[in-house]
């Protein structure tokens, strides 16, 4: 986060004025382990691999958590799936001032049709009208947002994208509705990083991330996400210890590992080289499935010719804290409720634990009712019989 800019004084008396920009593709290619969605080709495999557009869905949420604070809020949008559906669907008045231009298409309408330079034309068509202008998306939908207005209007990100290391973006959506609400009362904002990632970079196993440029985000930091914070080379002791333990708790049985550089670390520490970005399966300590989306996973954890059992490990994202919903899409509610909450393995070493500064790891599974059952305090594998009780809630 950078310095503090109060935009508007808090006793102005006038009702916030809102607005709304989806991008309806964001976050396709999360469950299909894409690992991303920006581009028309990768969107159109997403759909082939069966992928359901969820941004709509997740900006509804965020309204409805306005909407129970502040009543029937003003929320200014764009038309159809870039905002004025996700309007309807809270129960909120759309005032329409973007429409994607048809001639250029029949699909404009749909959630197939719209483009970057579409969301930057509806940010910049809002911008001027309101107060705050929310947008649904990932890390690419936040540049084309700073691209289209810069510091002239504060703005938050709802988290819908595959990847979101920028610091705009409510911890999930409900929270991207409870800051919106703060506005109407406490208007002070703060800089706050938009990260640029490779995703042609991170489908080849490089994590290639740089800083664009800042966006003014209402100052909530407890539920406004911290900026992903790269992992340095993690303590080979601590690693192998908690590869020592892992080995020790799933045995012979079957273990997925998520995305990310600490899990990588420890499969190396088992003997088995997997990509750092997907998600991977082991079977009685070998190797046995790279990279697998959603479904491929269901299958995997539902086998029944496969007796030996099935735990999860998921290592926290560096800086954030996010357990579930960042990266790992693919370890979708399902397969999560197919293992069992008991199952679900939680690693980092005590470096990484610190760096949080006390603050919570986070769920954000698209599942309200998984993300209860799974929080509460949780056991953290930090090395060799060595476990931390953390705190563990919903996004």
Same mark, same amino acid.
């Given at each position: ?97 973007? $429409? ?6 029949? %699909? ?26 929310? @947008? ?23 988290? $819908? ?7 705009? @973006? ?18 002070? @904002? ?5 990260? %640029? ?28 996400? =911290? ?7 993690? %303590? ?17 049985? =079957? ?6 550089? $600490? ?9 088995? %080289? ?13 190797? @046995? ?89 949780? $056991? ?16």
């Amino acid at each position: 986060m950078g310095r503090h800019l109060a935009r508007v004084p808090p006793e102005d008396p006038r009702p916030v004025r809102y607005g709304l920009v989806v991008n309806p593709v964001a976050g396709l290619g999360g469950r299909v382990g894409l690992k991303g969605s920006d581009g028309p080709d990768v969107q159109a495999r997403a759909r082939e691999l069966g992928a359901v557009p969820r941004a709509s869905e997740r900006a509804a949420a965020a309204l409805e958590e306005l909407k129970a604070r502040v009543g029937a809020a003003v929320v200014l949008t764009a038309a159809g799936p870039m905002g004025e559906d996700a309007v309807r669907a809270a129960g909120l008045e759309p005032d329409v001032r973007y $429409t994607p231009d048809a001639s250029d298409g029949p %699909d404009r309408a749909d959630a197939s049709g719209t483009t970057a330079a579409d969301t930057v034309a509806a940010a910049r068509a809002l911008a001027r009208h309101v107060d705050l202008l929310l @947008f649904a998306g990932g890390d690419g939908t936040a540049r084309d947002v700073l691209d289209a207005v810069g510091a002239s209007v504060p703005v938050l990100g709802v988290p $819908t994208g595959v990847k979101m290391h920028s610091a705009v @973006f409510g911890v999930g959506p409900r929270a991207a509705g409870e800051v919106a609400a703060r506005v109407a009362t406490t208007r002070a @904002f703060t800089e706050a990083e938009v990260m %640029d990632l490779d995703e042609e970079a991170v489908r080849s196993g490089r994590v290639s991330a740089r800083l664009y440029g800042h966006l003014l985000v209402p100052d909530v930091p407890v539920r406004v996400q =911290q900026r992903k914070v790269g992992s340095s080379a993690a %303590d080979p002791y601590a690693v192998g210890g908690i590869a020592a333990e892992l080995a020790g708790r799933v045995g012979a049985g =079957q273990l997925v590992l998520g995305p990310g550089g $600490t899990t990588r670390a420890v499969a190396a520490a088992l003997g088995v %080289d997997v990509p750092v970005m997907g998600v991977n399966v082991l079977r009685d300590g070998r190797f @046995f499935a790279a990279d697998v989306n959603a479904a491929e996973l269901l299958r995997l954890v539902t086998d029944d010719d496969w007796t030996g059992g099935t735990w999860i490990a998921v290592t926290p994202i560096g800086g954030q804290g996010f357990l579930l919903g960042r990266g790992n899409q693919q370890i979708a509610p399902e397969v999560l409720r197919a293992v069992g909450p008991d199952r679900l393995l939680a690693v980092a070493t005590e470096a990484k634990l610190a760096a949080l500064g006390g603050r919570p790891l986070l769920l954000d599974t698209g599942d309200p009712g998984l993300d209860g059952v799974l929080a509460g305090y949780r $056991t953290v594998i930090t090395g060799r019989g060595r476990t931390a009780r953390y705190p563990v809630q919903g996004a």
